[in-house]
């Protein structure tokens, strides 16, 4: 199984972005589906996610009212809005999704068995 996530680029601090993930082989307009990011140096970590149950999302305390997840019902892509961007928020950034459609959200990355190949995120100063 195949995630793509894009829409990564080059965006000067206070700005805004919107990375995208999709696939062909997983219904990701009611699947659950992970963000996670890895900065430079540091270890990888959670971002937000959306639920397949139940279309909750959920966000790191980092992100929380900066950054939006979000879905098509029709369109196999979920979407992340990030506003207000940070030097601090320059990353890769990875979509994941769990097995099974109804595992809901889980900020372990080991909860996720499939993985995109990343997208990069820099902001400027």
């Known amino acids: 199984v195949q995630l793509q996530a894009s829409g990564g680029g080059l965006v000067q601090a206070g700005g805004s972005l919107r990375i995208s993930c999709a696939s062909s082989?997983?219904?990701?307009?009611?699947?659950?589906l992970g963000w996670f990011r890895q900065a430079p140096g540091k270890a990888r970590e959670w971002v937000s996610c959306?639920?397949?149950?139940?279309?909750?999302?959920h966000y790191a305390d980092s992100v929380k009212g900066r950054f939006t997840i979000s879905r098509e019902e029709y369109r196999p892509a979920v979407y992340v809005q990030m506003n207000n961007l940070t030097p601090e928020d320059t990353a890769v950034y990875y979509c994941?999704?769990?097995?099974?459609?109804?595992?809901?959200?889980?900020?372990?990355?080991?909860?996720?068995?499939?993985w995109g190949q990343g997208t990069l995120v820099t902001v400027s100063s």
């Open positions: 994941a999704a769990p097995k099974f459609w109804y595992i809901d959200c889980s900020e372990l990355e080991s909860d996720y068995e499939y």
């Open positions: 959306i639920s397949g149950s139940d279309g909750g999302t």
């Open positions: 082989e997983i219904a990701l307009h009611d699947h659950t």
